[in-house]
């Protein structure tokens, strides 16, 4: 396989209810869909959700980042699904950044899967499970607004929930009220800070989070402060779980939070790693180290991210949970028209049934 042509559009597509965290908020998702078109002339689509506070890039960068690696891509040739694997792993993520990578691993995929008309699962060797359950994520608002959003939320039984939550104590103590007028305390509750505490805050704020049940903590400080997070996992040793999320990127910050014992836990993204074989690489330097997986997800993931979670949680069957896979419950619109998206229950049942066809099932920008 060659590719002869390559296109990049930024998606934008408004969302059904706002997003907010405690660094970013949004009315729309903001996806890089590139589309490589080979000489056989098969489209494959890929997806990446740059975003300036996690790995550096926007569509601009990684627009620029894809033009100049652009006629390299098109002399490499694919014969196989290594061969996508080794020019990702080897050239192309050092080269261009995470999100671009992503992006062109994806289409790849997608296109190498189309024109052997095989699915990417089979083609990958993953074997999907037969129901995959879903997190909810609650966004950062008021207390009063958390208590409107629940009203939402409480319509899926999903079997654990995230709290995104800011340096305001008493606003975070209030949102989790509100959660728990919904949700029963037997459903675990995680917070996630996205860089928002101090020292002072996490010393503040975790003994009071722990009389709530809550055990996990996401991205309490600033991404650089790796040396602060181990500092905090130690002090509170076995009594939490620091998860690294923004100071996880590529295999290098992984292997700084790993000798420097910073958290148990890795928020992976396919997005911001690389794509799904450095996302992989990831989660072995992990397991090997005894830290805990989760598979996170970009707001406003289309169905290709989706997609390639599900082909992800059939290779690395050990996460602790799995995030997205909202659709249309979130986005107004996705890239196809065929839904990917999790039910009452928040699961996906029978996913390798859906993904059977070739491709990540996009056969157009919309
Ligand atoms: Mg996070």
Known sequence: MKVSEVNIHRVQIPLRHSFSQSNNSSVLSDSTIVEVITANR??????????????????????????????????????????????????????????????????????????????????????????????????????????????????????????????????????????????????????????????????????????QGITVFEQVFPSDQVEEMARLQRYFDDDICLMADESLTTLGSALRLVRSGACKRFNLKISKHGGLFNTLEIYHLAQENGISCQLGAHFGETRILTAAGLVFTGLARNLTALEGGLGTLLLEYDLSEIPLQINSSAAISKPEELLNSPGWGVEAVL
Request: charged share 20%.
């Open 42 to 211: 098969c489209s494959g689509f890929g997806e990446s959700c740059p975003r300036l506070y996690v790995t550096g890039e926007d569509f601009t960068t990684v627009s620029n980042a894809i033009q100049t690696i652009e006629n390299h891509l098109k002399d490499t040739v694919f014969d196989n699904v290594y061969d996508i694997r080794n020019y990702v792993m080897e050239d192309l993520l050092t080269q261009t950044g995470p999100a671009a990578s992503t992006a062109i691993e994806l289409a790849l995929l997608d296109a190498w899967s189309k024109e052997q008309q095989t699915s990417i699962n089979r083609m990958m060797g993953a074997t999907l499970p037969d129901c995959v359950f879903y997190s909810g994520v609650v966004p950062m608002r008021s207390p009063e607004a958390t208590a409107q959003v629940m009203q939402l939320i409480s319509r899926i039984q999903f079997p654990e929930l995230k709290l995104k939550v800011d340096g305001d104590l008493n606003a975070n103590l209030a949102r989790i009220m509100a959660i728990r007028d919904v949700f029963p305390q037997q459903v675990p509750l995680r917070v996630d800070v996205n860089c928002a505490w101090s020292w002072e805050d996490a010393m503040t704020q975790i003994p009071l989070l722990l009389q």
